[in-house]
């Protein structure tokens, strides 16, 4: 297979830098620890890593609030550390993605400070500042809502004007539409292909422009006051085209640079609809994890969720990506499985890394990290101290990463930032390293598999015709080959049979019972078992 792509066909791993590794003892993850286990990510076999913000941040939404977006946080390294990382990765084959929230800045943000500090400087309309409405007290201009709760408009007595912004308000929004701002946010995109970085996550990237007349949103049922919105003026405005054409010719000055979109509130139609030339390489539709009110996590929601979004993007002709976790989510094994079982974990990996789509992995999801469940005391992260406990918030799936028994888990030798998973002692690298069934060698196996399966990588996606209850089976075709995917959502043993051809087990506990090609094959699937098959 010449034509490997590796944004298209490999598999990217976002490490969430303050979790990840700490060298210095100081319990925030920093650069130098990433660079320190990059001999383990690419022994794990994935293509790429995602670095969530390490640039300084006062860390009012955890470095989502950028105060420089060319810089590093001092307490993760400095810019050589970075290159040094990059370095590092390019060496062993891996690519760095960076992540970059230009939707908003920090408040600490020297623009925004500057725009800040009077109604005439230069930059005030760098961001977006109205005048309250008159009659009530600082009435806001509209009816538009933070994400993370209350209105979207923050007053500003020194100036009697109010500022918008659509997360906290130590995050105001840019003003997009201003050609200077434009050009200096634009600038660091370059900085950083300068130095040498191979793509970018763009945060909420669809939400950079807003209707130029600042109309309110209609009105629909919902839980917090942000879900009881269509979010039909601050968010998807047709000024985004333009710009992600100037950005692709950005990137595309340089060789085999990528941009994924974090769509928000997404569709698999809306996030299709950014992507292909022109436009971004990818756009997160999150299938499997947001805006789907609950998961059913049964084989037939997951084939209707995959042929949903397959039909969203073959229209437009552009490939999808695979989403199970994050750091906006509940950990996955914890979502899909019970307790501290590891065979749903299993399933759900051979799901992530075998259907169609750019798989994306999240720090610990291949030793099956758990979400942490933190008491209302210790929570940090904005949405879940508003809202708990409608809302637990994000702090639960962003938990050192587990990397050996030590008392801390080899992540820091201080005291982590952030509690550590009480599991940490006995699920961890070292430990699922040495045992040749954990979830941890299964992935590394899945991930070889896939590398060398153009079926896996490219194949056409092949949903059963029929297939007994509980179980999801499908294929990955390819002319080079096809792949079999049975997979058991059910506690007991069951038994299907295999489509005509020569089946051979390549992952997997299931069991092949007849393997005489005379007769159709049949297959044994222990309970929450599976087999990849080769063949057909
Ligand atoms: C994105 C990020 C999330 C952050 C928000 C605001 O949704 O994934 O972590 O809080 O944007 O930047
Ligand atoms: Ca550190």
Known sequence: MDDFLWWRDGVIYQVYPRSFCDTNG??????????????????????????????????????????????VDPRFGALEDFDTLVREAHRRGLRVVLD???????DRHPWFIESRSGRDHPKRDWFIWRRPRPGRRHAPPNNWQASFGGTAWEYDAASGEVYLHLFTRQQPDVNWRNPDLRQAQLDVVRFWLER??????????NAYFKDER?????????LRAFDRQVHLHDMDQPEMAPLLAELRTILDGYPERYAVGETYLSTPDKAASYCGAEKLHAAFSFDFIRHVPFFPWTPGWIVRQLLRRDASFD???????????????????SRYGRGEDDRMAKIAMTILLTVRGTPFMYYGEEIGMRNLRLRRSELMDPPGVKYWPLDIGRDGCRTPMQWDATPGAGFSSGRPWIRLHPNAAWR??????????????????????????????????VPPARTPPGLLVYQRRS????VLVALNFTRWKRRMDLPPGAWRLALGDGRLISENPARPGRLELPPLGLALLDGG
């Open 196 to 205: 040498g970085v191979d793509g970018f996550r763009l945060d909420v990237f």
């Open 26 to 71: 100081d319990g925030l993850g920093d650069l130098p620890g990433i660079t320190s286990r990059l001999d383990y990510l690419a022994g794990l076999g994935v293509d790429a890593i995602w670095l969530s913000p390490f640039y300084p941040t006062p860390d009012a939404d955890f470095g989502y609030d950028i105060s420089d977006h060319t810089a």
């Open 315 to 333: 229209r437009a002709g552009v490939w999808p990506t695979t989403v199970l976790g994050n750091h906006d989510q509940r950990r996955t094994a």
């Open 428 to 461: 961890n690298v070292a430990i699922q390293d040495g045992d040749p069934g954990s979830l941890l060698n299964f992935t590394r196996q899945l991930l070889a598999l896939r590398r060398a399966s153009p079926a896996l990588q490219r194949g056409e996606f």
């Open 100 to 106: 970059l929230a230009l939707n908003h800045t920090s």
């Open 479 to 482: 002319p080079a080959g096809t």
């Open 214 to 222: 600042l109309r309110s949103n209609p009105f629909k049922p919902g």
